[in-house]
């Protein structure tokens, strides 16, 4: 393409569409989901030139339906993933050469496609696979993930336009070169933008991507392939996999060629994978770059001078929002004793009035948790609260798998501010609540900041200037993204860069800047014009 043609990017966000009744968009995504819904699909391996589809074979089924198949995805072995990476290794040469502003007008393109033809289609597909109400799904699979290919082309110009000095008969520019071998994205359920975003961060800097996307956003993952391949992009600059991801994993890991992991998920595998990195590290042909963003037992703090009602706004839609799978829900809340009758009225005002059921009912705020395991997990703290003589339900501690992994909202008061429910990370519609003294506010700042080994999200809501001061001082590593007055989630690309450190991960900041500078390797050429002709200095005249 001509270079002249391509501009960057305005830096606007992506407006979210509201879906009320009459609305063409309500039409539209109802019709494409009720379309989806009774049709099956089968999704291949993307391997180069390639859609594979393999014998073995796993179902989709919805979460809040979890009897009905809405298709298969296949499942890889051994040589599927060998043949991948080489795959991206074959057609890197040609992807790095590609001069940056067509590699940016193809992930503008793909922008163009979600928001536009695409919308209903990827919105529809992680209602069904991932069981996301409208909203949810809308502030996700279509803005979220618009919002992160606008801004990292943003980002990217920002980047190539950084260049040091130049002075004399000297010319000095940095060459922001991809990394040398490939990149492995391992990608979660929860956010079908992160999902696209980990692997087209990386491919939009040049580099070549393998991509395992979670079992359980497969169905999004491959809306997300053909909006790639519909915008330009060159086959096998991101081969997607699935199956195994123990197997896929050791595999990526003992390649000479592996560069770098961009990952969302757990904390526990994170910290499996960076040991196996580091076993592995005299086999790299460079030092892999790692980049994880991982859990989080995030936190909401009231002091005495907080309205009520908006602390259990902030509590409700932080703890409840997609059914408290988020890294970023809040898990544990701290309020004051003054105002804790208040809170707990307000609370159950605003729970009572929350529907749950399919997302394609529109007046359901909760769906379904993602599949029988985490069910489990979830239905196992509800118990032990019940069980344990620190700790009360307050709300909820209802549950249903008979049609899907239904979990009521459900908040747990406790007096432990060290038991489970307020330490172990659930990743779901639990929240618990610990009261304190109102002269012990301080004190409680330090009772969270040592409570988690997690520093991802919290929140400090207060109407109190010196206050708020206080707790961005005594809180400052206890959350990479700290929020005042509001809940500890639901950040925006371009305003709210994301993560967290301590056992949160790697603090890259998702949908910054500084996300994408760990996919090149800076290269400093010197030019020098006039150069001597003899070693000798002046001082040595």
């Known amino acids: ?28 995504v109802s019709e494409t989901y009720h379309s989806m819904f009774s049709s099956k699909i089968n999704i291949p391996l993307y391997i180069g030139e390639e859609e594979i589809h393999t ?65 209903a289609k990827i919105n529809a597909a992680t209602m069904i696979g991932q069981s996301k109400n409208i909203f949810q799904a809308e502030i996700d699979a279509a803005c979220e993930f618009v919002d992160f290919l606008k801004f990292n082309i943003i980002y990217m110009s920002e980047i190539y336009n950084e260049q040091p000095l130049t002075v004399g008969n000297v010319s000095n520019s940095l060459e922001y070169r991809p990394l040398e071998g490939f990149v492995y994205a391992i990608t979660p359920f929860n956010f079908t933008a992160i ?45 997607m996999i699935t199956g195994d991801p123990e197997m896929i994993t050791n595999i990526a890991l003992e390649n000479f060629n592996l560069s770098g992991i961009h990952f969302t998920g757990s904390t526990h595998v994170f910290k499996e994978i960076w040991s196996k990195v580091g076993a592995n590290i005299s086999k790299y042909k460079d030092y892999p770059r790692i980049v ?11 002091h005495p001078s907080a309205d009520s009602l908006v602390v259990s706004t902030a509590i409700v839609r932080g703890a409840f929002e997609y059914q408290g799978q988020k890294c970023s829900a809040a898990s544990r809340v701290y309020i004051p004793a003054s105002k804790s009758i208040q809170i707990f009225e307000n609370l159950k005002n605003q729970v009572s009035t929350i529907k749950m059921g399919s997302p394609i009912d529109f007046e359901n705020f909760m769906t379904a948790v993602i599949h ?32 899907g992994y239904f979990i009521s909202p459900t908040i747990i008061i406790t007096t432990n501010p060290k038991c489970a429910t307020m330490t172990q990370e659930i990743f779901g519609p639990v929240v618990t609540i610990y009261v304190y003294p109102d002269n012990e506010w301080k004190k409680t700042l ?16 207060s109407n109190e200037k010196e206050t708020i001061d206080y707790a961005l001082k005594h809180l400052r590593y206890s959350a990479g993204n700290f929020y005042i007055n509001d809940k500890p989630s639901g950040a925006v690309v371009g305003q709210q860069p994301f993560g967290g450190s301590r056992a949160s991960g790697t603090n890259d900041k998702a949908g910054s800047k500084l996300n994408l500078l760990r996919w090149v390797s800076p290269r400093l050429i010197k030019e ?4 001597p002709t003899d070693y000798p200095y002046p001082y040595m005249t």
């Open 372 to 403: 029988q395991r985490s069910y489990n997990k979830i239905v196992s703290y509800i118990e032990k609260a019940k069980n344990d003589e620190d700790s009360k339900i307050l709300i909820g501690g209802d549950y249903d798998d008979s049609k």
């Open 446 to 461: 330090q009772l969270v900041d040592q409570t988690s080994d997690y520093a991802l999200t919290g929140a400090f809501i």
């Open 528 to 531: 020098n014009f006039n150069p």
């Open 195 to 239: 999902g696209g975003n980990l692997c087209a961060s990386a491919a939009l800097m040049g580099n070549v991507v393998l991509w395992k996307p979670s079992d359980h956003q497969i169905y999004s993952a491959k809306v997300i392939m053909d909006v790639f391949n519909e915008a330009g992009l060159p086959k096998g600059v991101i081969n």
């Open 1 to 28: 393409m001509k270079e002249n043609i391509f501009q960057v990017p305005d830096r606007v966000n992506e407006p979210v569409k509201n879906y009320l009744k009459g609305s063409e968009e309500r039409k539209n």
């Open 55 to 119: 014998k073995e074979t796993k179902d989709i089924n919805p979460p809040h339906d979890k009897n009905k198949i809405v298709g298969t995805f296949s499942v890889c072995n051994s040589n599927h993933v060998e043949n991948a990476i080489n795959n991206c290794l074959e057609i890197k040469d040609s992807w790095t050469n590609t001069p940056w502003k067509q590699r940016a007008a193809i992930f503008l393109k793909a922008a163009e496609l979600i928001a536009g033809p695409y919308r």
């Open 292 to 302: 994880g963003e991982t859990g989080g037992k995030d936190f909401i703090v009231s």
